[in-house]
T-cell receptor
């Protein structure tokens, strides 16, 4: 069974500090994709970053980077230089391969609060 | 503004009723995804269409159905509604790709079943 686990229901970080949001996944697919989304209090879902299972380098997008450890099946999101606007829910997601019907699986989310 | 339109924004109905949620994707996008977000179930993938064809199916109940029309807009039909169907329903569109497919989410339709 495919599964995404986010073990941190809530996190606090000081403004300008870095923070790591944890995500582990479970899949038997060889090819899959890992995504992070941000959901501010306004409710919209915003795509942040993507990592493919065959990508050898960790993905980076501005202040966001994805710490991908394939053997450990983890895909942690690192936000550098936190800003007040980073306060939001963050969801880790995985897209399975043909063996799992190309479905998307989401974690339960981590609520991040940036403290001034 | 993601460019994805969802109507209506809010919907209040009674148990046993049927409703239709509508999604208009971004111009040029061929893929439409539907998701359900509720407090107890979290964010659940329901179904994916690409250029009118169903491509992937998730945790979509038999009481729910969807389709994508030739003009690429999509509708999610929910029937025999139950209290537990109250949720935020998102539609997302993308150009289509696998496994990477950057999805642009609509603002959602908030469904309340009384």
């Amino acid at each position: 069974a495919q599964k995404i686990t986010q073990t941190q229901p809530g996190m606090f970080v000081q403004e300008k500090e870095a923070v790591t949001l944890d995500c582990t996944y479970d899949t038997s697919d060889q090819s899959y994709g890992l995504f992070w989304y941000k959901q501010p209090s306004s409710g919209e879902m915003i795509f942040l970053i993507y990592q493919g299972s065959y990508d050898e380098q960790n993905a980076t997008e501005g202040r966001y980077s994805l710490n991908f450890q394939k053997a450990r099946k983890s895909a942690n999101l690192v936000i550098s230089a936190s800003q007040l606007g980073d306060s939001a829910m963050y969801f880790c997601a995985m897209r399975g391969g043909s063996g799992t019907g190309n479905q998307f699986y989401f974690g339960t989310g981590t609520s991040l609060t940036v403290i001034p | 503004d993601s460019g994805v339109t969802q109507t209506p924004k809010h919907l209040i109905t009674a148990t046993g009723q049927r409703v239709t949620l509508r999604c208009s994707p971004r111009s040029g996008d061929l893929s439409v995804y539907w998701y359900q977000q509720s407090l107890d179930q979290g964010l659940q993938f329901l179904i994916h269409y690409y250029n009118g064809e169903e491509r992937a199916k998730g945790n979509i109940l038999e009481r729910f159905s969807a389709q994508q029309f030739p003009d690429l807009h999509s509708e999610l039909n929910l029937s025999s509604l139950e209290l537990g169907d109250s949720a935020l329903y998102f539609c997302a569109s993308s150009a289509g790709g696998w496994p990477f497919d950057e999805q642009f989410f609509g603002p959602g339709t908030r469904l309340t079943v009384l």
